[in-house]
């Protein structure tokens, strides 16, 4: 045992099961059989989870507190062209929301570590498609807007949303492969790129209109973020280069947070230029969000389904366990 905080003492690596280890990372482990009450104290201590909890549960309160200064600006009860960004901002608050609770509960029992990251894939694969809603509202580029891909766009992010949740759960049931991998960073990164395509063709082959618009620049600068954070989490750097030293401070999946944090308010803010900059152009060419299904309705729903989904593989999970009781 290295130090005893408020929720008690923690561990070295060797001390604690296997599937709970982490990439490089020495001390700072919580108890595997943690109560919640010792998980919620755990958020004050030093460990290895306290920067991860930490760097999702401040952006979420911050992006909680965007939505309530926008909603004194914006009537979102009543004005059918905020519904995209009401939506966008509900999955802005929930994803990190989601992260941080994971990270805090996710040492209670080998079955909650499991839920824990069900429930962030759900919200991760929720996220996706609050923003394929506001792209496709706001910042889809003019040219692709009336074609197939543009009519379908967010029919597609919706499949993805469910598919890409069952696809991560289960590879919660296989065993330690390359195809494991594979298909879950599949299933992080896939929504996301496909998300992004109207934007990418929109930063190298935009309109002279859309050319000249503020949010361009933070549009791309998001990318940036967005693939800092993809080599963090891949490359455990800097902790791969010295092990034990950034076990508290400093490992790759608190800097991965922070980047992909950064990347969202990137997107968040060049989303509202885009809102601002083109609401004449957009609603003089029909509006498509004229109702609370379009927006909210099927986040909503999407997290439904995706609510079945984790209770089915969470359930399943439970019987796996107690067959080997």
Known sequence: MASIGLSGPTYKVHQVPEHFHEHFIISGYRHPKSTPFQCILSVFDATNETLNFWTHFLPSC???????????????????????????????IIFPLASAAAHTFNTMSDLARHICFFMDYGALSIFSLGVAIAYRAYCFPSDLKDTWFGQHYTDIALVNSVVCTIVSCQTRFMPPSTLRKVLRLSAFAWPYCYDSIPIVYRLFACSPQE?????????????????????????????????????????????????????????????????????????????????????????LSVMAVNTLVISFFSVKLALVYKKFK
Not at 77 to 86: A, F
Not at 230 to 239: I, K, R
Not at 277 to 292: F, H, I, V
Request: with cysteine; hydrophobic share 45%.
């Open 211 to 299: 050319c000249l618009l503020q949010s361009q620049f933070i549009h791309g600068r998001q990318f940036v973020f967005a693939l800092l954070a993809a080599f963090l989490y891949a490359t455990h750097l800097p902790e791969r280069l010295n092990p034990g030293r950034f076990d508290i401070i400093g490992h790759s999946h608190q800097l991965f947070h922070v980047c992909s944090i950064l990347g969202t308010m990137d997107q968040m803010q060049a989303i509202l230029y885009d809102m601002k900059a083109r609401g004449e152009e957009l609603a003089g060419s029909g509006w498509d969000y004229s109702s609370t299904w379009s927006t909210i309705g099927v986040i």
């Open 62 to 92: 911050y992006f909680l507190w965007v939505l309530r200064d926008l909603a004194e600006t914006l009537d979102f009860k009543h004005d059918s062209y905020t519904w995209p960004l009401l939506g966008y901002m509900f999955v802005c």
